[in-house]
């Protein structure tokens, strides 16, 4: 049984058009290399064909992973969000306890996680920490340099 992904609409539709992308032209240039490599000769000797033969299974292998991931995708509406408490999908405005530094983050899904745009994923020790806290409620992050603190100020969708 393959593993729950929750992720947004944008999120389910971007990983559809990859894989739909890797399923048609994808394999399609795969096989034009192995045929263009085919064609120079010997093929125990040949580092072309080895190297277009191991792109091909790299893809098949991404292909495979995607399609695992959209088997076992649900999608989430941020309208029906719970905002009482930190779930997949909510903006949550944190404070860190010590130096007293405010960020908001958004907590997704680790295929639509990307730090520079503040998306987080739920699986990230800073997702998992601040994942079911209420406002006001005191979130435990472990990290490298030790336990840190940030205290939930705001949630929000």
């Known amino acids: 049984m393959s593993a729950i992904h929750y992720m947004t609409r944008e999120g389910y539709e971007r990983l559809k058009s990859d894989l739909e992308e890797m ?4 394999r399609a240039e795969a096989a034009r290399a192995i045929g263009e490599a085919r064609e120079k000769g010997d093929l125990s000797e040949n580092a072309e064909y080895d190297a277009a033969k191991e792109a091909q299974g790299m893809l098949e292998l991404r292909i495979n992973e995607l399609e695992k991931q959209l088997s076992g995708a ?6 029906s969000v719970d905002t009482s408490q930190v779930t997949v999908l909510a903006k ?10 405010k960020v908001t983050y958004q907590l997704v899904s680790e295929s639509e996680a990307d730090l520079k745009s503040k998306r987080i994923s739920v699986n990230s020790p ?4 601040l994942l079911g806290k209420k406002v006001g409620e005191i979130a435990e992050v472990n990290t490298p340099n ?3 603190q ?3 100020l705001e949630i929000g969708v």
Request: net charge positive; charged share 20%; aromatic share 4%.
């Open 23 to 26: 399923k048609t032209r994808g």
């Open 74 to 79: 649900r999608v989430l509406d941020a309208s």
């Open 92 to 101: 949550v405005t944190i404070v860190n306890i010590k130096n007293k530094a």
């Open 126 to 129: 800073m997702g998992q920490g």
């Open 146 to 148: 030790g336990t840190m």
């Open 150 to 152: 940030f205290q939930v």
